[in-house]
């Protein structure tokens, strides 16, 4: 149990880990996936080369140790944790070899003069408590989707039922249970974790499900990503009347009931969260407005999809904001989104939910700007494709 003198050594260690704790996760890293080759498809590689991984692991156990002694204050983030670790399966038995080599690195990279035994012993309890904090949340998260009607445990076999080319960049797979059984209603936002083999090597991925629920099939829509080796792999091999791995949905950035109006802003594949939350407002009758952006129209996906549903509720109104544009791409801006922009385009009361969801420094632009334009925080909601880091 983490005594009131280990919580004072481990926050006493924030310091260290604003300066250094990138390069500390780093280290500890390159230790557990070089030693411990189970774990490594819980881990996307292209997210380890590019830093985010670390960045955000970074961030999180900086958190932790800066609330040590007032867990409520990390908000969603256990939940973003708990959510990210269901969807792609990590059990029990993993803490432990985490526990091992994160205590490792922060003896080998601070050095025994500064991570004495002492220090050591307080953030082994600091990390028991947080590992048996999620190991809990998410075994009940386990339970209560095994015991939903058309939910399962572990991977479930889905056949591709149809594959549908969305734009230049985005295809959808459609995924039927190969045991003809039902399936779990997911929320809207929510995402699926897929495991795949990739020459020779397994892989995990979390995918969000691009439509509404329907208690037969499944949908995603996967971006091509330039080194992607899942998506690639889906884009190029996989057809349809193949057999995909699913675990069961999960996802914290989720569709709230509300009677406020609704505002949902996507760049890129961030679209693709959106779809099931737009159709199940547009069900509510809510006031809806979807703003998309996008590179060109080439790469725009379900573009077609929103102009129905605006012909056919009155309540949508949605707005296009292309990089490149030529006249009749008909987009309603050009460029990056600005704040005159939003301005104009965003419900003339500010009380309204908004919902966000692209590419990084288009995130970090446009919490920004919501801030600006009069959006309140609280009612302001995004989510990450890959690991969670902070919009500072």
Not at 97 to 106: E, F, Q, W
Not at 140 to 166: H, N, P
Not at 294 to 305: L, Q, T, Y
Request: proline content about 6%; charged content about 20%.
């Amino acid at each position: 149990m983490l005594t009131e003198n280990q919580r004072a050594i481990v926050k006493s260690t924030v310091p260290l880990l604003e300066t250094g704790g990138e390069a500390l996760i780093t280290h500890f890293y390159n230790t557990m996936l070089g030693e411990y080759p189970e774990v490594r498809p819980l881990f996307n590689q292209a997210h380890q080369q590019s830093g985010a991984q670390p960045r955000a692991l970074a961030h999180s156990v900086l958190m932790y140790a800066r609330h040590i002694d007032r867990l409520e204050a990390l908000g969603d983030l256990p939940a973003q944790i708990v959510n990210k670790h269901v969807a792609l399966q990590v059990q029990p038995e993993h803490y432990p070899i985490v526990g091992a080599c994160l205590l490792r690195a922060i003896r080998e990279v601070l050095g025994a003069e500064i991570a004495t035994d002492e220090v050591l012993a307080a953030w082994g309890a600091a990390y028991q408590q947080l590992a048996d904090i999620l190991i809990a949340a998410e075994r009940s998260v386990y339970d209560r989707t095994a015991q939903a009607e058309g939910g399962w445990r572990g991977e479930r076999a889905f056949t591709v039922e149809k594959k549908v080319q969305e734009s230049a960049e985005i295809t959808s797979f459609y995924l039927v249970p190969a045991d003809g059984g039902k399936v779990i209603a997911h929320l809207p936002g929510q995402y699926i974790g897929l495991r795949v083999m990739v020459d020779g090597q397994e892989q995990r991925r979390n995918y969000s499900l691009s439509a509404p629920a329907n208690g037969r099939s499944l949908r995603i829509s996967v971006k091509r990503e330039p080194r992607g080796k899942v998506s690639n792999f889906l884009h190029d091999q996989v057809q349809a009347g193949d057999t995909l791995q699913l675990f069961p949905p999960a996802g914290h950035f989720t569709l709230q009931d509300s009677d406020k109006p609704l505002v949902l802003i996507s760049g890129g594949v961030g679209i693709t969260p959106t779809l099931p939350m737009l159709a199940t407002a547009l069900a509510a009758r809510r006031p809806v407005t979807f703003i998309h952006c996008a590179r060109e129209r080439s790469v725009h996906a379900f573009r077609e999809r929103i102009d129905q549903l605006a012909a056919e509720h009155p309540q949508l109104t949605r707005y296009y904001c292309y990089d490149r544009a030529v006249p009749e791409d008909q987009a309603d801006a050009v460029g990056y989104l600005s704040e005159q922009q939003l301005n104009e385009w965003l419900p003339a009361s500010r009380d309204a939910d908004v919902y966000f969801l692209g590419p990084r420094p288009f995130m970090r632009v446009l919490r920004r700007l919501l801030r600006n334009v009069g959006v309140p925080d609280k009612q302001v909601r995004y989510e990450f494709f890959g690991p969670a880091e902070a919009l500072a």
